[in-house]
């Protein structure tokens, strides 16, 4: 079965590009100037074309190609992995094979998502998109260039299990166009829908910086892996959400946006005092600092429940 051919995020790509216009032309209809600003819009775009440049390619590269090559590896042509180890050959086309592929994308995304924003190296990757200080479809399009370098290492396992790489690739874009459709402030919360999906009032949490707030909600399509592994947080009408991240790159340059927070690491691990303190500058939780000189999320958070206690 051939299925390359179906690109989700290439395909939805007009109706994507029509609700960003629409929501754009709604905001300014109704006075509501503060969802677009038309510097943070430019910026968020010209990230998502260098995103569009960039990550095809890397895509093709990384993730297809390591993709065949494990899932071919563990093939049982010739005394394969899975047949040997696991007792069975792969998983086939099946309609809830389909189904189960894309679960077990969405538990990928999870972990992808939640170490982007406890492993600084990675974070410095990921900061790109929450940089915008604003909510918006825009938003959804300022994507970083360089995690796709180590995005498919959180997704390699599908393909080495017995899902066919393809089938793999269509889970990915169906991903990335629920995460887009996630990125507005306008859609209210959808009841019963709630109990199970991340919806954009779930993700709006994730976008915030309000201390509660904050390393919350990192699901793609389905929240209870949040709920299962105590990152969740429900959306509370009587907070109000402030965007961005704590330490904002102050720029619309694309290239800065891109590379602000590398350069910061690179600052940090010259005036590190040993090689621990370089590790923990790299890989270590944003905000680490020696000696306590400055808090993670968790210390913040700890320190903002002793606070409302």
């Not at 300014?28 to 995103?51: C, F, N, P």
Request: charged fraction near 15%.
């Amino acid at each position: 079965m051939k299925t390359l051919i179906i690109q989700p995020l290439l395909w939805a790509s007009p109706l994507l590009i029509v609700l960003l216009v629409s929501e754009l032309v709604y905001s300014r209809l109704k006075g509501h100037k503060s969802i677009y600003q038309w510097k943070d819009l430019l910026a968020s775009s010209l990230m998502g074309v260098g995103a569009m440049i960039i990550n095809p390619l890397v895509k093709l590269l990384v993730s297809g190609l390591l993709f065949f090559f494990v899932y071919e590896v563990c093939n049982p042509i010739v005394d394969g992995v899975r047949i040997n180890i696991l007792g069975y050959t792969s998983f086939g086309w099946a309609w809830y094979i389909w189904i189960i592929c894309q679960v077990l994308d969405d538990l990928s995304h999870y972990w992808l998502h939640r170490f982007n924003h406890t492993v600084r190296f990675m974070w410095a990757a990921h900061v790109v998109h929450h940089s915008s200080e604003h909510y918006n479809y825009g938003t959804a399009l300022r994507l970083s260039w360089t995690a796709m370098i180590y995005k498919p290492l959180f997704y390699v396992w599908l393909p080495v299990i017995g899902f066919h790489p393809e089938m793999v690739l269509v889970c990915l874009g169906i991903e990335s166009v629920w995460q887009f459709l996630l990125h507005t402030s306008y859609c209210p919360k959808l009841k019963f829908l709630e109990s199970f999906l991340i919806t954009p009032k779930q993700h709006e949490v994730h976008h915030a910086t309000n201390v509660e707030y904050l390393d919350k909600n990192h699901g793609a399509i389905l929240n209870f892996w949040d709920r299962i592994f105590g990152t969740w947080k429900d959306y509370d009408d009587k907070i109000d959400i402030a965007y961005g991240v704590i330490h904002s790159p102050n720029s619309y340059n694309p290239f800065v946006i891109a590379t602000h927070e590398y350069a910061s690491i690179w600052k940090d691990i010259k005036r590190a005092k040993n090689l621990k303190e370089a590790f923990m500058y790299t890989f270590g939780p944003p905000g680490w600092r020696p000696n306590g000189q400055s808090l993670t999320v968790r210390q913040l958070q700890r320190q903002f429940k002793q606070v409302i206690n």
